[in-house]
């Protein structure tokens, strides 16, 4: 049964830090995983999508690694903004099934 | 509760007719969406409705897209007319009252929609 695991569940930062959220997932076996970013009362917005033949994806400020053999992701957020303020999920999806880790939720101190 | 519970399981159409997918929520959630996921693209949501009010439906990629909230306890996504590119598994999910940073969204377990 796959399970997705995301640490830390709270993580608080100053302005400006660079800062890393893991995901881990217990399966390889997967087509993709993506990271989305939901906003209190939000739908999930998609940050970024990693095929499983894919090592990393960047989009702006934000770089998402995925090492599948180990099953661990990593999304990297440079720079950090309040803006960035927001739970961020790592999801892995096989078939017709998706599998959400419980989110990371992020408080950026201004 | 059930759960987020969705219909047809699996659907499979030909190209030109009408589709309709069902999604009844969480008693007592007030947010609904509706995603599409494909390998090649993950997960995109297409509409979420507040209170049966949709709020944004800028993810909907036609206006053969529709979707309605006739009341809390339903919800449909339509396609007419439907295509091949159409196909993917369709995602209803819901959520209680927004505010809180915790606010998990609750998935269905999917439509499988095949347009032959």
């Known amino acids: 049964k796959q399970e997705v695991t995301q640490i830390p569940a709270a993580l608080s930062v100053p302005e400006g830090e660079n800062l890393v959220l893991n995901c881990s997932f217990t399966d390889s076996a997967i087509y993709n995983l993506q990271w989305f970013r939901q906003d209190p009362g939000k739908g999930l917005t998609s940050l970024l999508l990693?095929?499983?033949?894919?090592r990393e994806q960047t989009s702006g400020r934000l770089n998402a690694s995925l090492d599948k053999s180990s099953g661990r992701s990593t999304l990297y957020i440079a720079a950090s903004q309040p803006g960035d303020s927001a739970t961020y999920l790592c999801a892995v999806s096989r078939d017709d099934k998706i599998i959400f880790g419980k989110g990371t939720r992020l408080h950026i101190l201004p | 509760d059930a759960g987020v519970i969705q219909s047809p399981r699996h659907e499979v159409t030909e190209m030109g007719q009408e589709v309709t997918l069902r999604c009844k929520p969480i008693s007592g959630h007030d947010y609904l969406f509706w995603y599409r996921q494909t390998m090649m693209r993950g997960l995109e949501l297409l509409i979420y409705?507040?209170?049966?009010?949709?709020?944004?439906d800028s993810g909907m990629p036609e206006d053969r897209f529709s979707a309605k909230m006739p009341n809390a306890s339903f919800s449909t996504l339509k396609i007419q007319p439907s295509e091949p590119r159409d196909s993917a598994v369709y995602f209803c999910?819901?959520?209680?009252?927004?505010?809180?940073?915790?606010?998990?969204?609750?998935f269905g377990q999917g439509t499988r929609l095949t347009v032959v």
């Open positions: 990693i095929q499983s033949s894919q």
């Open positions: 409705f507040n209170n049966n009010v949709p709020i944004d």
């Open positions: 999910a819901s959520s209680p009252v927004g505010g809180e940073l915790d606010t998990e969204a609750f």
